[in-house]
């Protein structure tokens, strides 16, 4: 879970920060995408998680349909692309609404911003549970590494992104 910075007690942040510095695993931050299938990328790779004005993201002309447009990120201009294209999901990012979540991401200098519906939080997880996950034909396995169950009842899981191949897509040239 996430620290809580609005509350007042210093020495509340001190055991939210020490909580998410004592855990076993790898940190990963967990978000939706518009279809509600939750997914989970590497703390590593995120260099920072913004809850942009749409009027922030520029929109480009005769740019790809999954690119919403460009965002001036502390100085530097990145792309910004709704991650549901990517995925191949059936629902579309919703843009009517005031802000929307982006997650910045690097990879070998390369940044650019995955517009999601929703964050959740930053989580400790270990990485030996994760399960490959095979969709036939599916455009979203070459950008799922694998994927978590996290209850075995309901079927539950959280699927875990390969930034790489996303930054690499041709989707982002299209």
Do not use: C
């Not at 790898?26 to 989970?40: G, P």
């Not at 809850?51 to 790809?64: C, G, V």
């Not at 579309?92 to 959740?120: K, Y």
Request: hydrophobic share 45%.
């Amino acid at each position: 879970m996430e620290p809580n910075l609005t509350s007042s007690s210093p020495k509340q942040h001190l055991t939210e920060f020490q909580d998410l510095e004592s855990k076993e695993g790898e940190l990963y931050l967990r978000f939706y995408v518009a279809s509600e299938r939750e997914f989970a990328l590497p703390a590593t790779v995120v260099r920072e998680v913004i809850s942009a004005p749409l009027d922030r993201i520029t929109p480009i002309p005769n740019a790809p349909y999954a690119l919403l447009g460009t965002l001036n990120l502390r100085g530097r201009v990145i792309w910004v692309a709704d991650l549901s294209y990517f995925l191949n999901e059936p629902n579309a990012l919703n843009t009517e609404r005031a802000e929307i979540s982006v997650i910045a991401i690097e990879e070998q200098d390369t940044m650019v911003g995955l517009a999601v519906d929703r964050i959740v939080g930053m989580e400790w997880l270990e990485v030996e549970e994760v399960k490959q996950k095979n969709i036939p034909d599916s455009t979203a396995n070459l950008f799922v590494r694998g994927e978590w169950l996290l209850d075995e009842l309901t079927n539950k899981n959280l699927q875990l992104l390969d930034q790489q191949a996303i930054i690499q897509s041709g989707l982002w040239l299209a």
